[in-house]
């Protein structure tokens, strides 16, 4: 496989067209979904961009309000399309848009870093590619979709564990680690929980290096006393 990134970049396109055609073409005018979470999450994104500033929520629990982290806003794409509106006046009518497309180009995210991180372990991009695929498509956070946007940006994990894998093993610790970080951020912007995911995922991958270099470990211990 000549162009193994491009392949998977093409299938995932491919599977997202089929699979949400209505959505691509027209991605202002369709719900994921009519009721439930999902309508509220629809509804407290759509309500923060229009009525709201800073990280109050004014659209529930009134007259109080509540912090806009609490209603699911996914601030940083809030925050986002305000910012853009300055400029851009009309995008505020398309924030229900802006997110599927967000949504989607996480699908293919997720598939891109997946085939990095592949490969940095199995060295036949072939595999890699097709690894990273079918991955990406079996994702348990895709049943976020019909609810939970906020959780459902597959490319999350991926590219901190990406960032974390270039952090351990390039010279250039110091910008790995300032990227790492940015991320981190960034995705705790989009729901809080990502923070948690991070810190979780990150803190095992370094007790599985740390068990992987017992000899190392132990003698770290053995110093230290």
């Not at 496989?1 to 691509?24: D, G, Q, T």
């Not at 999450?41 to 912090?67: C, E, I, Q, R």
């Not at 951020?185 to 803190?203: E, K």
């Not at 017992?214 to 211990?221: A, F, S």
Request: aromatic letters at 18%.
């Amino acid at each position: 496989m000549r162009k193994p990134l491009f392949f998977v970049v093409l299938i995932l396109l491919s599977c997202i067209a089929i699979a949400f055609s209505n959505y691509i073409f027209h991605p202002n005018a369709f719900l994921l979904t009519h009721n439930g979470d999902g309508f509220k999450n629809y509804f407290t994104l759509a309500w923060n961009v229009v009525y709201d500033k800073g990280t109050h929520f004014s659209g529930m629990l009134y007259p109080y309000g509540d912090n806009l982290i609490y209603a699911d806003v996914q601030p940083i794409l809030s925050w986002s399309i305000k910012f853009l509106s300055v400029f851009f006046p009309g995008i505020i009518n398309q924030t229900v848009g802006i997110m599927h497309l967000c949504i989607f180009i996480s699908i293919i995210l997720c598939g891109v870093f997946l085939y990095l991180i592949i490969n940095t372990y199995i060295a036949n991009k072939s595999v890699s590619a097709i690894a990273a695929i079918g991955i990406t498509l079996l994702s348990p956070q895709m049943e976020r979709l019909t609810g939970h946007f906020a959780l459902s940006y597959v490319c999350v994990i991926p590219i901190i564990w990406y960032l974390h894998l270039k952090l351990m093993e390039s010279e250039k610790k110091l910008r790995f680690a300032l990227w790492l970080i940015f991320a981190i951020t960034f995705f705790c912007f989009v729901h809080l929980y990502f923070l948690l995911t991070a810190l979780l995922f990150i803190s095992a991958f370094i007790i599985i290096q740390l068990i992987r270099r017992k000899t190392e470990w132990k003698l770290l211990i053995w110093q230290g006393i």
